[in-house]
Structures are given as structure tokens and as C-alpha cells.
Antibody, heavy 122, light 107 residues
Framework: QVQLVQSGAEVKKPGASVRVSCTAS????????IHWVRQAPGQGLEWMGW????????NYAQKFQGRVTMTRDTSISIAFMELSRLRSDDTAVYYCATDRHMWQLRGYFASWGQGTLVTVSS | DIQMTQSPSTLSASVGDRVTITCRASQTISSWLAWYQQKPGRAPKLLIYQASTLESGVPSRFSGSGSGTEFTLTISSLQPDDSATYYC?????????FGQGTKLEIK
């Protein structure tokens, strides 16, 4: 399986953008779909979308369409999630996570990063 | 969108108890359901997928069942380390969704 390490906490103003990185090690980076899931303080989990590093293909939750962009750099095994036009209710811990099986989109998440707290405040 | 509803929202039980958490989907999802355990300040951990398949390394006291719209997670003999919040998640469609969580406390 893959180990994931995310970038550090961010503080942003409303209207700004944030980019969170997710560095993979331990297995073939391009083999696993990478999902992004967020969790507002004291709240539940919310799926945002996935990127398939092998092709660069993406699929975003409808809620985030137009505001989220997921990319990857296969040369250094990093995935990125950028969220634009930030609002206060985007304050959350953002996780990257890999799909359970290699080369398949199954939709459940086996390896998780440690999470990145993004705070949106004026 | 498919809505996932868990019950109860909170649960208090004693070590050794058998505990059951229920998850209901707003429409049929066959067996496309996973369960996660999350402890404070930590990322979620996959426990079960395909409604009843135990993830590698997860203790056998955890089990899952159900299909269609109603599912259960059972802990056969509660241990102190099981204190956590548990989430179900459907993955039948490309827009995945989670239940609101069940917080399990040890008496």
C-alpha cells in the first residue's frame, strides 16, 4: 500500500485559493486513485473528488465543480488539491486517501494522509 | 444524491458488550458500503468494505452485514480501544457520501 504525507496547515482569507499537496511513497504512485475528503470542525466526512495519477483524469463532487482542481506530478509522486474562492465554511481538515485496490476505482479508501487544516478567516 | 443515515448518533457501552450500529441509504446501494473508524485528531481507518469484507489487519470482533438500503456494523465484544466515531460510506455512484457518524463511548 501507499503512505501519504500532506503539506502543513494553511490560513487563508475569504476569496483566496489554497493548494494542498499529498506526497506518496511505498508503492506505485500511478496505480492508485487518489481521493480528497474534508472534515469541518466537529463534523462528518465529505468526499470532494478523485484524480487518477496514471492518466490525470478527474471526477469532482458536484458541490465543488468550478472551485476545485486536482492535479498530480508523477515525476515526484505528488497529488495536489486546489480550492478557490474560499469561504469561512471551507474551514476544515482536508485529507487525501487512496482507493483500496491498484489500477481500479472502487470508491473506498484504504490509505490516508495525516490531514491538512485549512482555516479561512478574515 | 444518496443520503446515508446512521443510528444511533451516540452510543455508550461497556467492555465486553455486543454493539450494533445501523446505516440506512436513501436508495438501494446493493453491497457498495464501507465502514470506517476515526479517533480524535486522526484520519479515518477502513474497517469493512463491500458491506461485509473485513479489511486486512482489522480485528475479527468487527463484522458487517446488510444489502440494499440497510446495513449494520457489529462489534462482538467491545474493547477499550474501540472508543471512536464510526462512519458508513456508500460508493455505488461516482458521488460518494458518508453517514453523519456514530460516536461510541466506553462506560
Amino acid at each position: 500500500q501507499v503512505q501519504l504525507v500532506q503539506s502543513g496547515a494553511e490560513v487563508k482569507k475569504p476569496g483566496a485559493s489554497v493548494r494542498v499537496s499529498c506526497t506518496a511513497s511505498g508503492d506505485t504512485f500511478t496505480a492508485y486513485y487518489i481521493h480528497w475528503v474534508r472534515q469541518a470542525p466537529g463534523q462528518g466526512l465529505e468526499w470532494m473528488g478523485w484524480i487518477y495519477p496514471n492518466s490525470g483524469g478527474t471526477n469532482y463532487a458536484q458541490k465543488f465543480q468550478g472551485r476545485v482542481t486536482m492535479t498530480r506530478d508523477t515525476s515526484i509522486s505528488i497529488a495536489f488539491m486546489e480550492l478557490s474562492r474560499l469561504r469561512s465554511d471551507d474551514t476544515a481538515v482536508y485529507y487525501c486517501a487512496t482507493d483500496r485496490h491498484m489500477w481500479q476505482l472502487r470508491g473506498y479508501f484504504a490509505s490516508w494522509g495525516q490531514g491538512t487544516l485549512v482555516t479561512v478567516s478574515s | 444524491d444518496i443520503q446515508m443515515t446512521q443510528s444511533p448518533s451516540t452510543l455508550s457501552a461497556s467492555v465486553g458488550d455486543r454493539v450494533t450500529i445501523t446505516c440506512r441509504a436513501s436508495q438501494t446501494i446493493s453491497s457498495w458500503l464501507a465502514w470506517y473508524q476515526q479517533k480524535p485528531g486522526r484520519a479515518p481507518k477502513l474497517l469493512i468494505y463491500q458491506a461485509s469484507t473485513l479489511e486486512s489487519g482489522v480485528p475479527s470482533r468487527f463484522s458487517g452485514s446488510g444489502s440494499g438500503t440497510e446495513f449494520t456494523l457489529t462489534i462482538s465484544s467491545l474493547q477499550p480501544d474501540d472508543s471512536a466515531t464510526y462512519y458508513c460510506q456508500q460508493y455505488i455512484r461516482y458521488s460518494y457520501s458518508f453517514g453523519q457518524g456514530t460516536k461510541l463511548e466506553i462506560k
